[in-house]
Antibody, heavy 122, light 107 residues
C-alpha cells in the first residue's frame, strides 16, 4: 500500500520561502498525480496544487503566483515551494496522491500523508 | 469558485446511532464529482467515497454517499467507536474545493 510522508522546517520567517518534501513509498510514482493540500488552524482544507509524475502542474489560482511544485521520481519525492509567506500561510500541510483516468487527474485524493505543521513567525 | 457548506458543524451521537452529514454546494457540481474523507487528529485523512456514492477500497458498507447537483449526503448507518472523527467533503467538478468539515463526536 502506498504511503506518503511530509518533511521540512516547522518554522519559517515572514517573507521567506516555505519548502516541503513528500516521500512516497510502497508504489511507483508513475501514472499518478501528486498534490499538496493545507489546513490553517480552525479552518477547512485548501487545495494548493498538483503535479503529474512527468512534470505537468496545476495550481490553485489563489496561490498560483507564489507556488512551485516539482517532482523527482528517481528519489520517489515531490516538493512544494511557497514564496513570500505570511502568518496566513501557517497551516498543517498534507501531500496526497490523485488517481488518473486516461491522462487526466480524476480530482480526488486517494492516499494522504499524516501532515506537517508549518508556522510562519519571526 | 464552488463553495461547499457542510452541516451540522458538530454532530453528537451515541455508538449504534445513524449519522447523516450534509454537504451543499453554491452551484451545481458537474458529473457528481464529490468525495468524502474521514479525518482523525494526527492521522492522514482517509478517502471514504468518490463520485458521490462509490465507496473507496476497504471502506465498510455502513458508509454510504448520495446526492447530485448541489446537495450531497454522507450516511453512517450504525456508528462504531472508530467512526468518531471529522468528515470533509470535496468537489472536483470545477477546480478543487473542500467543505469546512463536520465533527462527529460521542454523545
Amino acid at each position: 500500500q502506498v504511503q506518503l510522508r511530509e518533511s521540512g522546517p516547522g518554522l519559517v520567517k515572514p517573507s521567506e520561502t516555505l519548502s516541503l518534501t513528500c516521500t512516497v513509498s510502497g508504489d511507483s510514482m508513475n501514472d499518478y498525480y501528486w498534490g499538496w493540500i493545507r489546513q490553517p488552524p480552525g479552518k477547512g482544507l485548501e487545495w494548493i496544487g498538483y503535479i503529474y509524475y512527468s512534470g505537468g502542474t496545476n495550481y490553485n489560482p489563489s496561490l498560483n503566483s507564489r507556488v512551485t511544485i516539482s517532482v523527482d521520481t528517481s528519489k520517489s519525492q515531490f516538493s512544494l515551494k511557497l514564496r513570500s509567506v505570511a502568518a496566513a500561510d501557517t497551516a498543517l500541510y498534507y501531500c496526497a496522491r490523485l488517481p488518473r483516468y486516461n491522462w487526466n487527474p480524476i480530482g480526488y485524493f486517494d492516499y494522504w500523508g499524516p501532515g506537517t505543521l508549518v508556522t510562519v513567525s519571526s | 469558485e464552488i463553495v461547499l457548506t457542510q452541516s451540522p458543524g458538530t454532530l453528537s451521537l451515541s455508538p449504534g446511532e445513524r449519522a447523516t452529514l450534509s454537504c451543499r454546494a453554491s452551484q451545481s457540481i458537474s458529473g457528481t464529482y464529490l468525495a468524502w474523507y474521514q479525518h482523525k487528529p494526527g492521522q492522514a485523512p482517509r478517502l471514504l467515497i468518490y463520485g458521490a456514492s462509490t465507496r473507496a477500497t476497504g471502506i465498510p458498507d455502513r458508509f454510504s454517499g448520495s446526492g447530485s447537483g448541489t446537495d450531497f449526503t454522507l450516511t453512517i448507518s450504525r456508528l462504531e467507536a472508530e467512526d468518531f472523527a471529522v468528515y470533509h467533503c470535496q468537489q472536483y467538478g470545477t477546480s478543487l474545493t473542500f467543505g469546512g468539515g463536520t465533527k462527529v463526536e460521542i454523545k
